[in-house]
């Protein structure tokens, strides 16, 4: 499901002293995935990343990198330290000629840039058990996504609660869920800031 770290850009801010001010340098992974039903082969693909920002020229004209996959840990000098968000092209030069997998992502705060690519033009199986429901929700907040509530098809048990990851395609069973069987619920996002993240949710209303 997920391809190590492809490279690195590097961010500059200015901080120390007031009368020296030095540079803080951090460099920022990124990092692609792909489903695991439409895998990209690591050895064999090649990406190009454009990156997006507010730009001074000549790098509102010139903010793209591109690389091997496999040459995992290259620094890309390309795109600026302001970069806001990615869009990320991968193709299998000489193994897929007509498939190429396309993933965009927003430069988060701190941590890595995480990137989940799809393949364009083609059906993907994905086959994660979530528990087969009726009545059950799903909402999405901030760059996840949660499948909570309704009844389980013959059973009288509480459904699990999942939550995903946009950026990854990681989803994951709660250990803590709904303590009560409820139907039609909603999923609200609550933030505090525009780019608040991971952004808290609510689960509320319904019906038992």
Known sequence: MRAPAVGFFTAVAIGGAACTPDPIIEERPIV???????????????????????????????????????????????????????????????????????????VPPSGPINVLVWPGGESCRLNRDVQRRTDGAIGVFGRHFMVVGGRLLGGAQVPSTWVGDLSTGIIEDLKLGLGTRRARATVTEFRSSPDQDPAPALVAGGED
């Open 32 to 106: 692609v995935y792909a489903p695991r039903a439409c895998p990209v082969s690591q050895s064999d693909a090649f990406s190009v990343i454009y990156g997006h920002g507010d730009f001074d020229l000549p790098a509102a004209k010139a903010a793209i990198s591109s690389l091997w996959l496999r040459d995992v840990g290259t620094e890309l000098p390309a795109l600026p330290g302001n970069t806001r968000s990615l869009i990320v092209d991968v193709s299998l030069p000489g193994v897929l000629e007509n498939v190429d997998w396309r993933g965009t992502a927003e």
